[in-house]
């Protein structure tokens, strides 16, 4: 394995003195761990384990003037693999930048992103295909805009683009995704607030797959959120999505979430039923729940639960699963220490595949240079 190289940032970490003052607002962070996954491709049967290598170094920029807040970041996930030949070595940077402006009545805010990620990783979240360790390339732009029109009610419009492409192997679908929506809200009372929602969507093939049939997606929804205690939140919605393309059809679409924030027990449940898009071409339809358990067992120290389940109903029907549980120490006020294990399952016609990864990590975060 190609490892002596990773170890230098952080050694220059340890020993470097302080920065001087700027007058932005500054972040650093470098995450480096060592990692044993069982099963990396989730083969059903002759599956093959590696050890994994990680470094992962970020930079947070802020700045504020005024009305006006711009940030940035940037981060780099290297990955060196102890077998070529069912995980590669990877490299994959990512790019953030953000402005928003804020005034009594509402706010505006522009992003733009570029990500580079494993289609191991992307494809089984987004349409739980088991893909060949390619390279998914995402570059997005979006604008939020949110306005209050009275005291109770407020309107809010949300648009984006997305240029996905894929490099490396793999039988993926480059495309453009253009989604616009825009949401009118009332405050009821201090708990409650009601919402109406229309969004529409347009998938378009790119690259190879240009002048293929493109898929548009569109619907109305209606939902609440609901302050339950002063600790519990809830969002409900329900509505409908019709989806035309190379067939069309119309389904239920829902969600629902409730969080909870206490000063030791924080969690996230939420499910939802959705169609997003996706590099198997068009939009991938699913029912997913997801949860969140954290709990401060001291000052110093967290453990927490992270999971998710997915039944996909699009040509890929099969579900997937995932378990983390984690812990994390403080050690300094700068550096910290982090394990976990992870379950991961594929279950379709044939047989059930799975994978154990167990990490262990450490991370010097230092919030202000």
Not at 109 to 136: H, K, W
Not at 228 to 237: F, G, H, K, M, Q
């Given at each position: 394995?190609?490892?002596?190289?990773?170890?230098?940032?952080?050694?220059?970490?340890?020993?470097?003195?302080?920065?001087?003052?700027?007058?932005?607002?500054?972040?650093?962070?470098?995450?480096?761990?060592?990692?044993?996954?069982?099963?990396?491709?989730?083969?059903?049967?002759?599956d093959q384990?590696?050890w994994?290598?990680?470094?992962?170094?970020?930079?947070?920029?802020?700045?504020?003037?005024?009305?006006d807040?711009?940030?940035?970041?940037?981060?780099?996930?290297a990955?060196?693999?102890?077998?070529?030949?069912v995980?590669?070595?990877?490299?994959?940077?990512?790019?953030?930048?953000?402005?928003?402006?804020?005034?009594?009545?509402?706010?505006?805010?522009l992003?733009?992103?570029?990500?580079?990620?494993s289609?191991?990783?992307?494809e089984?979240?987004?349409?739980?295909?088991?893909?060949?360790?390619?390279?998914?390339?995402?570059?997005?732009?979006?604008?939020?805009?949110?306005?209050?029109?009275s005291e109770?009610?407020s309107?809010?419009?949300n648009?984006g683009?997305?240029?996905?492409?894929?490099?490396?192997?793999g039988?993926?679908t480059?495309?453009?995704?253009?989604?616009?929506?825009?949401?009118?809200s009332?405050?009821?009372?201090?708990?409650?607030?009601?919402?109406l929602?229309?969004?529409?969507?347009r998938?378009?093939?790119?690259?190879?797959a240009?002048g293929?049939?493109?898929s548009?997606?569109?619907?109305?929804?209606?939902?609440?959120?609901?302050?339950a205690?002063?600790?519990?939140?809830?969002d409900?919605?329900?509505g409908?999505?019709?989806?035309?393309?190379?067939?069309?059809?119309?389904?239920?679409?829902?969600?629902?979430?409730?969080?909870?924030?206490?000063?030791?027990?924080?969690s996230?449940?939420?499910?939802q039923?959705?169609?997003?898009?996706?590099?198997?071409?068009?939009?991938?339809?699913?029912?997913r729940?997801?949860?969140?358990?954290?709990?401060?067992?001291?000052?110093?120290?967290?453990?927490g639960?992270?999971?998710?389940?997915?039944?996909?109903r699009?040509?890929?029907?099969n579900?997937?699963?995932s378990?983390?549980?984690?812990?994390?120490?403080?050690?300094?006020?700068?550096?910290s220490?982090?394990?976990?294990?992870?379950?991961?399952?594929?279950?379709?016609?044939?047989?059930t595949a799975?994978?154990?990864?167990?990490?262990?990590?450490?991370s010097?975060?230092r919030?202000?240079?």
């Amino acid at each position: 394995m190609r490892l002596a190289g990773l170890a230098g940032p952080l050694a220059l970490l340890a020993v470097s003195p302080p920065l001087p003052a700027s007058p932005f607002q500054q972040g650093l962070s470098v995450t480096s761990g060592l990692e044993y996954d069982s099963n990396p491709t989730l083969a059903a049967s002759n599956d093959q384990a590696v050890w994994r290598v990680r470094l992962a170094p970020a930079y947070r920029l802020k700045w504020v003037k005024g009305a006006d807040e711009w940030q940035a970041s940037a981060r780099l996930d290297a990955e060196r693999s102890s077998d070529q030949s069912v995980s590669v070595d990877r490299d994959d940077p990512s790019l953030s930048l953000g402005w928003t402006r804020e005034n009594p009545l509402g706010a505006l805010s522009l992003r733009a992103g570029y990500v580079e990620a494993s289609t191991r990783v992307t494809e089984l979240s987004d349409t739980g295909e088991l893909a060949p360790d390619a390279t998914r390339t995402e570059m997005t732009l979006d604008a939020d805009w949110d306005r209050s029109l009275s005291e109770r009610l407020s309107l809010g419009l949300n648009a984006g683009y997305k240029d996905v492409s894929y490099q490396g192997g793999g039988s993926f679908t480059d495309y453009d995704n253009i989604d616009i929506g825009l949401t009118l809200s009332y405050l009821l009372d201090e708990t409650r607030t009601p919402y109406l929602s229309l969004t529409a969507s347009r998938y378009e093939p790119d690259g190879d797959a240009a002048g293929q049939p493109s898929s548009r997606q569109y619907g109305p929804l209606a939902g609440i959120k609901w302050q339950a205690t002063e600790l519990l939140n809830v969002d409900l919605n329900t509505g409908l999505s019709r989806i035309n393309g190379e067939t069309s059809q119309t389904q239920w679409r829902s969600l629902a979430s409730v969080s909870y924030q206490g000063e030791r027990l924080a969690s996230d449940l939420g499910y939802q039923r959705a169609a997003g898009a996706s590099g198997a071409g068009g939009y991938a339809e699913s029912d997913r729940i997801t949860l969140d358990l954290r709990y401060a067992y001291s000052d110093l120290s967290d453990v927490g639960v992270t999971g998710s389940w997915r039944k996909n109903r699009s040509d890929l029907a099969n579900t997937t699963t995932s378990l983390v549980v984690w812990a994390s120490r403080e050690l300094t006020e700068t550096w910290s220490l982090r394990g976990s294990f992870q379950i991961k399952e594929e279950k379709d016609t044939g047989p059930t595949a799975q994978a154990a990864v167990w990490m262990l990590s450490v991370s010097y975060n230092r919030l202000e240079l």
